[in-house]
T-cell receptor, first 112, second 109 residues
Framework: SAVISQKPSRDICQRGTSLTIQCQVD?????MFWYRQQPGQSLTLIAT?????????ESGFVIDKFPISRPNLTFSTLTVSNMSPEDSSIYLC?????????FGPGTRLTVT | GQNIDQPTEMTATEGAIVQINCTYQ??????LFWYQQHAGEAPTFLSY??LDGLEEKGRFSSFLSRSKGYSYLLLKELQMKDSASYLC??????????WGAGTKLIIKP
């Protein structure tokens, strides 16, 4: 199994600012993903973080709004840019291989 | 389109057995996952099925029928701490997880 940590665990941000969330895995993983989860709802995939190349975004998510970096097999960042209250959510990173995916504890973001 | 269906909510009694069903229609299939998620916490991995049949892991078992696009998670000897949401997810041909909406399981004493 893999242990995944995220920083920050929570933040309150003002409209129009940006926040970068860090995701660190304790071992090398093939795949890393970023999700968003609204309270009481299931997970929505934002993008697949590709090592050394541009992330692959799902419909409704764009690089200008959610730039992602993945410089190596254990680390990734997600930036939520030009935030609005609609971006208030829990952001989760996951990592793993074909047969398992493990999740970080999540970052609870509130935009005021 | 891709679709994962599971019941929204289920209630069971402490010590009993409960079965949570999941049906899916996806573009390709590279395995089905079950996750447990307690309120306010990240999902935790429970099981992975890629071949038909039953996988048993302690009090939890997971079953898969690929021809029927069907899986279930079986929880035995229910404990109060099993109260959580249970998420079914299918890995599609692009190795991405397609998520169900989750089943909220309520355990009553």
């Amino acid at each position: 199994s893999a242990v995944i940590s995220q920083k920050p665990s929570r933040d309150i941000c003002q409209r129009g600012t940006s926040l970068t969330i860090q995701c660190q895995v304790d071992s090398q993983v093939t795949m890393m993903f970023w999700y968003r989860q609204q309270p009481g709802q299931s997970l929505t995939l934002i993008a697949t973080a590709n090592q050394g190349s541009e992330a692959t975004y799902e419909s409704g998510f764009v690089i200008d709004k959610f730039p992602i970096s993945r410089p190596n097999l254990t680390f990734s960042t997600l930036t939520v840019s030009n935030m609005s209250p609609e971006d208030s959510s829990i952001y989760l990173c996951s990592g793993g291989g074909e047969y398992e995916q493990y999740f970080g504890p999540g970052t609870r973001l509130t935009v005021t | 389109g891709q679709n994962i269906d599971q019941p929204t909510e289920m209630t069971a009694t402490e010590g009993a057995i409960v079965q949570i069903n999941c049906t899916y229609q996806t573009s390709g299939f590279n395995g089905l996952f079950w996750y447990q998620q307690h309120a306010g916490e990240a999902p935790t991995f429970l099981s992975y099925n890629v071949l038909d049949g039953l996988e048993e892991k302690g009090r939890f078992s997971s079953f898969l029928s690929r021809s029927k696009g069907y899986s279930y998670l079986l929880l035995k000897e229910l404990q109060m701490k099993d109260s959580a949401s249970y998420l079914c997810a299918v890995m599609d041909s692009n190795y991405q997880l397609i998520w169900g909406a989750g089943t909220k399981l309520i355990i009553k004493p």
